[in-house]
């Protein structure tokens, strides 16, 4: 079966850490262009990062420097890690294989004190 599955998130005070996971099953994140979405509550979905399949990262503007997106191909995943979390980054964070045209469920991050 071709999914990516998110897992990582949850409840961090402003300021903290989370590391955000996309597991891909069915074809190699390697191979794949991949990137990461939020979603806030009643907003639109944004970009946050990419990953391409040599390597080449974007990242928007909003989390440039604070936020780093990586690759185990042994594991066939993808990584965000997120630092110096703002209220302004909670949202559900989703994965998704732009090739494949995948999406993930999503895992939420609340960043509140």
């Known amino acids: 079966q071709v999914q990516v599955v998110e897992s990582g998130g949850g409840l961090v005070q402003p300021g903290g850490s989370l590391r955000l996971s996309c597991v891909a099953s069915?074809?190699?994140?390697?191979?794949?262009?991949m990137r990461w979405y939020r979603q806030a509550p009643g907003g639109e979905r944004k970009f946050v990062a990419l990953?391409?399949?040599?390597?080449?990262?974007n990242y928007a503007t909003s989390v440039k420097g604070r936020f780093t997106i990586s690759r185990d191909d042994a594991a066939n995943t993808i990584y965000l890690e997120m630092n110096n979390l703002e209220p302004e980054d909670t949202a559900v964070y989703l994965c998704?294989?732009?090739?494949?045209?995948?999406w993930g469920q999503g895992t939420q991050v609340t960043v509140s004190s």
């Open positions: 998704n294989a732009q090739d494949l045209n995948i």
């Open positions: 069915g074809f190699p994140v390697s191979r794949s262009l």
């Open positions: 990953k391409s399949s040599t390597g080449i990262t």
